[in-house]
């Protein structure tokens, strides 16, 4: 049963860069045809997708957040990562990795992580 | 982008009941549309992919259709459990999208 679980502070001032990690278990995140996926869920509101990467390091952003946001892979330590930088009150937002399945749906997903910004 | 219009926003019913949530995308996206049921504080569910197909373990009451660029998901004989928020999402191409979420409330 594959696990994804996201880690990194859950505090951040504005204009400073956002910094997530999601470490996959029960499998390897190098295994497959699987993309990973960053979302983030504003207080009350809908989903929004951030981005996805490849485990060849090959990667697409919504392009809502392109000019800020890098997504990273490390297989050795089955992580990816997300950091958007120049944060500001708006990314304020619980922020959740999962894997994106072979019908490109969101099929295993960490538990999220809150995020806020603020000085 | 496309744009994902889920309705209704909000929806009351009773144990029992059947209900129907639709989702109408903006452009074709073939059978691209996935369902997510989302309980409180919890992070979304995958139930549905390829607008019918049900994700092993999700229970028979829930069933997905599609007819052109509109999609349904249907959940018969509602569960208390069930009342919770749903959204679909389309799978056609990046940027992925969903729609505005459905909540299913007790009437």
């Known amino acids: 049963q594959v696990q994804l679980q996201e880690s990194g502070p859950g505090l951040v001032k504005p204009s400073q860069t956002l910094s997530l990690t999601c470490t996959v278990s029960g499998g390897s995140i190098n295994s497959g045809s699987y993309f990973w996926s960053w979302f983030r869920q504003p207080a009350g509101r809908g989903l929004e997708w951030i981005g996805r990467?490849?485990?060849?390091?090959?990667?697409n952003y919504n392009p809502s957040l392109n000019s800020r946001v890098t997504i990273s892979i490390d297989t050795s330590k089955n992580q990816f990562s997300l950091k958007l930088s120049s944060v500001t009150a708006a990314d304020t937002a619980v922020y959740y990795c999962a894997r994106v399945g072979t019908s490109f749906d969101f099929d295993y997903w960490g538990q999220g992580t809150l995020v806020t910004v603020s000085s | 982008d496309i744009q994902m219009t889920q309705s209704p926003s909000s929806l009351s019913a009773s144990v029992g009941d059947r209900v129907i949530i639709t989702c109408r995308a903006s452009?074709?996206?073939?059978?691209?549309l996935n369902w997510y049921q989302q309980k409180p504080g919890k992070a979304p569910k995958h139930l549905i992919s390829?607008?019918?197909t049900l994700r092993s373990g999700v229970p028979s009451r829930f069933t997905g259709s599609r007819s052109g660029t509109d999609f349904t998901l249907t959940i018969s004989s509602l569960q208390p459990e069930d009342f919770v928020i749903y959204y679909c999402q389309q799978s056609y191409s990046p940027p992925y999208t969903f729609g505005q979420g459905t909540k299913l409330e007790i009437k």
């Open positions: 452009q074709s996206i073939t059978s691209s």
């Open positions: 990467i490849y485990a060849s390091g090959s990667t």
């Open positions: 390829a607008a019918s």
